[in-house]
C-alpha cells in the first residue's frame, strides 16, 4: 500500500489577536487610568466639601420667628429697629405681654423675644432649641440697650445642660445618626438580597437598638440631654429606621443605583441642611425648609423637642419621618409584587 503524503497547508494563519497586558486595563495606558481616578476624586471631594460648608459660609438669619411683649409704641419702635439692623432677620409677632411670650417660646412658636417694661427690657432666649439664635437675639438685646441707655437683662428659659452648655453633643450627633440609618441598609443589602421583608424586620430591631444605645451614650455619658430618656430614644429610633427603611425600599427597587442615590441625598443634602449646627431659619431660603424635610432635619428637631422642650414642636417631624417610613415600605411592597408577578424563565 503506497502511502499518501500530504503537503502542508499554505494557508496564511491569521493572527492571534492582541490582548491588553495586565499593565494596560481596557487597552488604556495606566497614567490615563490613574489621571481619570485622581480627576473623579477630586470632583467627588469638592462636591462633599461644598455641600458641607456652602450652609455654614452664607449662614444668615432670614425671618426667624420672635415676639415681643410690651407697650405698643415702644413695641412698634423695637420692631423698626430690628428691621433696620437686619433686614429680614426676624418675622416678629407681638404678644400681651410677658407670659404670653414665654409659653409661646415654650411651644415652641418662636425662638425668644424681647420684653418691653419702663424699668428696661428682657430678652427672653431658648439655648435649647438654638443656641446660635439665643446668641443672636443677646447681641440684639444688647444693641438695644446701647442705642436706648436701658438696662437689658437676659432670661433663658430652655437652657442647655450644665454638661454640655453649648449643644455640642446634639450637634455633632446628626452625621453618625445619618450614617447610622445608611450602614445597617448597606449591609442587609447584601447579606439578605433576597429576604426583603426579613431585612425590613432586621432593620427595624437594629433602629430601637441603635436609638436606646445613642441615646445612653448622649444622655449618660455627654449629658447632653435633659433626662428625658424614652422620648429622645424613640424619637432616634423613628429617624434612624426613616433613613433606612427608604434606602432598603430603593435598593430593592432599583438596585445598587437606587442605594447609592439614596445614600447621596441623605449626606450631601439632607446632613448639610438639617439646621442642626445653627438652626433652619438660618439657612438661604427655600432649604432651610428643604432640609426639615429630609430625614437627618427631622430628626435633629425632633431630637431638640424631645431633650429640651418636652416635645413641643414634635408632630411635624414625626410625620415627616413617619412619611419616609411608609415610602421604604411602599417602595418594597411594590418591588416585591413585580418580581412575583414577573414571569419564570422556563429553561431556569
Known amino acids: 500500500m503506497t502511502d499518501v503524503h500530504t503537503p502542508p497547508s499554505t494557508t496564511p494563519t491569521s493572527p492571534a489577536p492582541h490582548r491588553p497586558g495586565p499593565g494596560h486595563p481596557g487597552g488604556r495606558h495606566p497614567w490615563a487610568l490613574a489621571t481619570a481616578v485622581a480627576l473623579a476624586l477630586t470632583a467627588a471631594v469638592a462636591t462633599i466639601f461644598v455641600a ?28 423698626q429697629a430690628l428691621a433696620a439692623a437686619r433686614p429680614g432677620a426676624f418675622d416678629a409677632t407681638t404678644y400681651p405681654d410677658a407670659d404670653a411670650l414665654r409659653a409661646a417660646v415654650l411651644g415652641r412658636d418662636a425662638y425668644g423675644g424681647l420684653v418691653l417694661g419702663p424699668d428696661g427690657a428682657t430678652v427672653v432666649v431658648a439655648s435649647g432649641a438654638s443656641p446660635v439664635v439665643a446668641q443672636l437675639l443677646a447681641d440684639a438685646g444688647e444693641a ?6 436701658t438696662p437689658v437683662t437676659t432670661q433663658d428659659v430652655v437652657p442647655l445642660p450644665a454638661d ?6 446634639l450637634a455633632a450627633a446628626v452625621l453618625p445618626i445619618t450614617l447610622g440609618g445608611i450602614l445597617p441598609a448597606v449591609a442587609l443589602a447584601r447579606a439578605l438580597p433576597h429576604r426583603p421583608w426579613l431585612r425590613v424586620a432586621a432593620a427595624s430591631g437594629y433602629s430601637l437598638m441603635a436609638g436606646l444605645t445613642l441615646t445612653a451614650l448622649l444622655d449618660g455619658w455627654f449629658g447632653s440631654t435633659s433626662g428625658a430618656f424614652w422620648p429622645v430614644a424613640l424619637g432616634l429610633s423613628l429617624g434612624i429606621a426613616a433613613t433606612s427603611l427608604t434606602l432598603l425600599g430603593l435598593e430593592r427597587v432599583a438596585g445598587t443605583p437606587g442605594l447609592a442615590a439614596g445614600a447621596a441625598l441623605v449626606v450631601l443634602v439632607g446632613n ?11 439657612l438661604a431660603p427655600p432649604w432651610g425648609l428643604v432640609g426639615q424635610l429630609l430625614p437627618p432635619g427631622a430628626t435633629g428637631s425632633l431630637l431638640r423637642s424631645t431633650a429640651y422642650l418636652d416635645g413641643a414642636g414634635a408632630t411635624r417631624p414625626v410625620v415627616v419621618l413617619l412619611a419616609w417610613v411608609a415610602c421604604g415600605l411602599l417602595l418594597t411592597a411594590v418591588a416585591s409584587v413585580r418580581r412575583h408577578r414577573a414571569p419564570r424563565d422556563p429553561r431556569a
Open 144 to 149: 438695644l440697650a446701647e442705642r436706648s441707655g
Open 272 to 282: 448639610p441642611l438639617s439646621g442642626m449646627a445653627s438652626a433652619p431659619e438660618l
Open 52 to 79: 458641607f460648608a456652602l450652609p455654614a459660609v452664607t449662614s444668615e438669619p432670614h425671618d426667624v420667628p420672635i415676639g415681643i411683649a410690651g407697650p405698643p409704641p415702644a413695641v412698634e419702635q423695637v420692631e
Open 164 to 169: 454640655d452648655p453649648r449643644g455640642a453633643g
